[in-house]
């Protein structure tokens, strides 16, 4: 079932109204820490032994909280949502026993470090991230990669970069699927481009919608603002792919 807070905070985006994206972030957040069961069974919450897909989204939500209450100027609450990140990384990080599960709660411990503007704190969580990734080859590093606890932990990342469509998924791997560089890659990678996203958000006062799914010269719709016929569906709204604004019928 749907986050129904997270559609909540995308229409926030599209209103640019950051602190209502905050909060709702914040609640999408909880929803997804507190209860990670899916239908089918699977999924478990942020203590239960298994996958932790779904806390691992809410940890995802809880940092774009905080960009979004950093662009809000809401200081206070942006720190105390990248704070909380670090605790329930940390707390899974050293109770899942697969290590390159380890290495992505790391991941979040780092992101949470550039949300809230401790720069030195980063650099080290991305190190150990990175030494956890060289401890420990999964056979098959593409199909681990493409799992959803890795989405969760690519989130921010691809979200805050949009404003300059900046990343792309194959840019936060290794060159090789199979070498045991692949999933390495992803921390140092991380620690020049998250610091890089997150200023470049700040200094344009803006955060993009998440890219949904997408449509290249959609026959229907025109953006207001630049023309373009290129629409992002995402969170019940539909806006340009490039502006982040809904497009109009044409
Ligand atoms: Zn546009």
């Not at 749907?2 to 926030?12: C, L, S, V, Y």
Request: net charge negative.
């Amino acid at each position: 079932m749907p986050n129904p807070h997270r559609a909540t905070a995308i229409t926030a985006l599209v209103e640019q109204d950051w602190q209502t994206a905050g909060d709702a972030y914040t609640r999408a957040a909880h929803r997804d820490l507190s209860d990670g069961e899916r239908g089918d069974g699977s999924g478990g919450d942020v203590l239960a032994p298994g996958a932790r897909d779904r806390p691992a989204t809410g940890l995802s939500f809880l940092l774009t909280a905080g960009l979004c209450y950093r662009l809000a100027g809401a200081e206070d609450r942006a720190r105390y949502r990248a704070l909380t990140v670090a605790p329930l990384a940390l707390d899974a990080r050293d109770h899942v026993r697969d290590g390159v599960e380890r290495a992505v709660c790391q991941e979040f411990v780092a992101d949470a470090a550039v949300v809230r503007g401790a720069e030195d704190a980063a650099a080290d969580a991305y190190d150990r991230a990175e030494r956890l990734y060289q401890a420990n080859h999964p056979e098959e590093p593409l199909s681990v990669a493409t799992a959803p606890l890795f989405d969760a932990a690519n989130g921010l990342l691809l979200h805050a970069s949009r404003n300059y469509r900046g990343v792309e998924w194959d840019d936060l791997h290794g060159p090789d699927p199979e070498g045991e560089d692949y999933l390495a890659h992803r921390a140092r990678y991380k620690s020049r481009t998250v610091p890089e996203a997150v200023d470049r958000v700040l200094e344009a006062g803006q955060l993009h919608l998440p890219r949904g799914s997408t449509e290249y010269n959609n026959d229907t719709y025109r953006c207001p603002d630049c023309g373009e016929h290129d629409v992002n569906y995402v969170g019940g709204e539909t806006v340009c792919l490039y502006c982040s604004v809904r497009v109009e019928e044409r």
